[in-house]
């Protein structure tokens, strides 16, 4: 299970953001990162910073998806919304993006971008760390950019996400590679690629697609097995 904090669910980003004070991003601590989670504007700036998408490729990713119009997704770590927005511009009106987060600043700072653009197809879920709250068979795509390793038990997590995927759905996972980079999170927090494909067959889902276009991040598309 994935404890309550008031560390959002979205990644630990943006090396370059980070204060001035801090030492080599590399090889930053987990305190560091904890203190700006306790600052809810730092966390929302590092996490919007423009500079982010030199390595994010945010446009990228959404061409790598091909939703179509009319789509459920579920943005699992939603944040600030920096993925959220996007893909509710690729489902249309007819299409629903769930945002996901367990951090109440998070959910309030997105529900004023979501009035602000005009967003109303993009619904907020303030959840708890073990469960996203969705209906069964009510999602096509679970998406989990830089997420995953806030989860404690993943296990069971997968197992509520595979009863809430519509038949055909699928959970893309998007996260650092374990190894020391110039962004995310310490090497002792990732998930190397292999295990996380080991992990998702355990959990009865298939690697039915891989993008390799992120210089930092491995990007894996999952389905249930047969």
Not at 26 to 46: E, F, T
Not at 103 to 121: Q, S
């Amino acid at each position: 299970m994935m404890k309550r904090r008031a560390a959002p669910l979205m990644p630990l980003i943006l090396a370059a953001s980070l204060p001035a004070a801090s030492q080599d991003p590399v090889r930053r601590d987990d305190h560091q990162m904890h203190g700006l989670h306790r600052d809810p504007k730092a966390y929302i700036a590092m996490l919007e910073d423009p500079a982010r998408d030199a390595y994010q490729k945010p446009h990228e990713v959404m061409a790598a998806l091909a939703l179509s119009e009319g789509e459920t997704v579920a943005d699992i770590g939603a944040g600030s919304g920096y993925f959220a927005l996007r893909l509710a511009a690729h489902v249309g009106d007819k299409g629903t993006v769930f945002a996901v987060d367990v951090d109440p600043e998070m959910i309030r700072h997105l529900n004023r971008r979501i009035r602000d653009a005009g967003a109303w197809n993009v619904r907020t879920i303030l959840a708890p760390p073990d469960d996203p709250l969705l209906a069964d068979a009510s999602v096509d795509r679970f998406f989990v950019c830089d997420t995953w390793h806030h989860i404690e038990d993943q296990a069971a997590y997968l197992a509520r996400m595979k009863t809430m995927l519509r038949p055909g759905g699928q959970v893309i996972m998007i996260d650092f590679h374990k190894r020391e980079l110039p962004v995310g999170p310490p090497v002792s927090m990732k998930i190397a690629r292999e295990d996380l494909v080991r992990q998702m067959e355990t959990a009865g889902f298939r690697l039915a697609g891989e993008h390799a276009f992120l210089p930092y991040q491995y990007f894996l598309v999952f389905t249930k097995g047969a």
